[in-house]
């Protein structure tokens, strides 16, 4: 990788205007511009050399045909959207970012059973994925001595491995898995009428992967009947437009944002920049702030469980977004937006979230085993 001060390219850069951190990370390599991600053109893309996506743009031979793009870049964790065949085939090259907001979905969940008032350390897990985000929620488990188990084909040796319907049978069910549609163990529906039966009543499904890993209309029929166990949607099939009368099932919803914790987000731009300085043989990222603000202290007088829920609320409170993604769908039923619009708007217009280790417990009467539980989630 070349790494000299006096290389100057001079490239054109189209990236979707979502992503954070492009002037801090790209700008010594060329003129940056910014779309709409959802309706990127390959007109758009007519003297480009770059193109930086999330998860929203489907790049494929229709998108990049004819174009100069010489590199494809996602700063998210999946690649489902990405036809890596067809890039691979052209000789472009491309990177994703996995794990780069897994942290932040380990987060989501916890604040998730907060905002549900479910005290996670009785409970045992369920953890369908093992990857990046499944991986650290099993680690961040284990430490905090939960139970768990997981249900990962290609980790069969996992000393938590189990197969799928004793993993839904968990007090807690998360959903991780990226969306593979074909091959030996597909994702696609995996969680269809078979699999959400084997859910046990009372449970807590919380799915933040992605949408097509459940049969949403499976799921919406099973909700319309009786309402077995609380349902927490993060993800959606056919995102952006999603069934407005599931979201009016579940228990909490969101519009995808699970992961979008500015950190995350910044750690997928700069993981992006590293790869392009890799594939491109372009100087190396240039040293630079990565935004950490002074840690901010957040109090409780409550004690034991309730003041972790009390110190997780004040920091991320998943309640809002259900609200904010609930407004929208009343907007959407008057005819004022459509639900894919205010989807994306949603997401687009989303409040900066900081995680954990931006904050201090600055709650004096709490005892040891609370401290070592909140420092152990990351909040110190």
């Known amino acids: 990788m070349t790494n000299t001060a006096n290389v100057s390219p001079s490239l054109t850069i189209v990236a979707d205007e979502n992503i954070p951190g492009l002037e801090t990370w790209f700008a010594d390599l060329g003129s940056i511009t910014r779309v709409p991600g959802r309706n990127l053109t390959r007109a758009q893309l007519a003297q480009a050399d770059i193109l930086l996506v999330r998860s929203v743009t489907r790049v494929d031979r229709a998108l990049l045909e004819g174009t100069p793009v010489r590199f494809v870049g996602s700063c998210t964790i999946g690649t489902d959207h990405l036809d890596t065949a067809w890039l691979e ?13 897994a942290n932040s979905v380990v987060e ?3 604040c998730v059973l907060a905002a549900l ?15 990046n985000v499944g991986g650290s929620l099993q680690r961040k488990l284990h430490a905090l001595n939960v139970r768990c188990k997981i249900y990962d084909p290609w980790l069969t040796d996992n000393p938590d491995a189990a197969d799928l319907e004793s993993v839904l049978q968990q007090d807690v069910v998360c959903l991780h898995a990226p969306l593979v549609k074909d091959g030996a163990h ?23 992967g992605r949408g097509a890993v459940i049969d949403n209309a499976a799921l919406l029929s099973l909700l319309e009947e009786s309402h077995p166990f609380t349902c927490v949607l993060d993800v959606w099939e056919n995102e952006p437009d999603i069934s407005l009368d599931l979201l009016d099932r579940v228990d909490l919803g969101s519009p995808h944002i699970a992961g979008y914790s ?9 993981m992006i920049r590293e790869a392009v300085s890799e594939a491109l043989s372009l100087p190396s990222a240039p040293s630079a702030n990565s935004e950490s603000p002074a840690r901010q202290p957040v109090t409780t007088g409550k004690r034991d469980f309730a003041a972790i829920r009390a110190l997780l609320l004040a920091i991320y409170d998943p309640r809002a977004d259900d609200q904010r ?15 894919a619009v205010a989807f994306d708007l949603l997401r687009k217009q ?14 004096p009467q709490l005892d040891t085993v609370t ?10």
């Open 108 to 110: 989501y969940v916890f």
């Open 371 to 380: 401290r070592k539980q909140l420092a152990i989630l990351g909040l110190k």
């Open 117 to 131: 008032d479910v005290d996670w350390r009785g409970r045992s897990f369920g953890i369908v994925g093992c990857g």
């Open 262 to 270: 500015h950190d995350g987000k910044l750690a997928g731009t700069r």
């Open 186 to 208: 597909p994702s696609h529906h995996m969680i269809d009428q078979k699999a959400l039966a084997a859910i046990k009543p009372g449970a807590v499904l919380i799915s933040a």
């Open 350 to 363: 989303y409040p900066k979230r900081l995680e954990f280790s931006h904050y201090n417990n600055d709650a």
């Open 89 to 101: 085939q052209q000789g472009i090259s491309w990177s994703a970012a996995p794990g780069c907001n």
């Open 325 to 339: 993604l609930r407004a929208a769908a009343e907007q959407a039923r008057t005819g004022k937006q459509s639900m």
